[in-house]
T-cell receptor, first 113, second 111 residues
């Protein structure tokens, strides 16, 4: 595997379910990011991790819980989501946090029923 | 505050015509500038980037962009559009240890 991978690619869940999104980067980068992309809205940065430590949380509701066990893996744990949380969730990584080029995974298309 | 403005959420061109996608930014310091492309149901892919040096930057798939400091612009161009160029394009600015994305421009290419 090369680049940034995300699983699953598609996820349908009910509002009472608990699920997790997984991201893995094979680029040796130190920073990882979660973005939310909704229809007709700009790309929204959710969380930033640098060397496994969370450095940004952009007022994301607590029903989204990120986890970064090491610099290569990033998870987004989901629980009691709302239909408006349906979106494409993109993971990205960069060599260093900040202005370095970000490399994106293919995204997870999430539908909340 | 830093910001990125992409003029035109939708642009339509004929196959073979010039592609021009506009991006203006505000930044109090020289920024790093990027263009990304997103095909349906895929992640964002880097097209090109400007950091320092030559202001005309060439990217993949025949695209190029020119950094114009006086105009605070970084417009993306391609001399001849191809059907496969239909996608959404995002301009991004990096400075002060942060990254800012524009709202995107969807490019439609007509046969």
């Amino acid at each position: 595997e090369t680049g940034v991978t995300q699983t699953p690619r598609h996820l349908v869940m009910g509002m009472t379910n608990k699920k997790s999104l997984k991201c893995e980067q094979h680029l040796g980068h130190n920073a990882m990011y979660w973005y939310k992309q909704s229809a007709k809205k700009p790309l929204e940065l959710m969380f930033v991790y640098n060397f496994k430590e969370q450095t940004e949380n952009n007022s994301v509701p607590s029903r989204f819980s990120p986890e970064c066990p090491n610099s290569s893996h990033l998870f987004l744990h989901l629980h009691t989501l709302q239909p408006e949380d349906s979106a494409l969730y993109l993971c990205a990584s960069s060599q260093e946090k900040g202005v370095d080029t970000q490399y994106f995974g293919p995204g997870t298309r999430l539908t909340v029923l | 505050a830093q910001s990125v403005t992409q003029l035109g959420s939708h642009v339509s061109v004929s196959e073979g015509a010039l592609v021009l996608l506009r991006c203006n930014y505000s930044s109090s310091v020289p920024p790093y500038l990027f263009w990304y492309v997103q095909y349906p149901n895929q992640g964002l892919q880097l097209l090109l980037k400007y950091t320092t040096g030559a202001t005309l930057v060439k990217g993949i798939n025949g695209f190029e962009a020119e950094f114009k400091k006086s105009e605070t612009s970084f417009h993306l161009t391609k001399p001849s559009a191809h059907m496969s160029d239909a996608a959404e394009y995002f301009c991004a600015v990096g400075n002060f240890n942060k990254f800012y994305f524009g709202s995107g421009t969807k490019l439609n290419v007509k046969p």
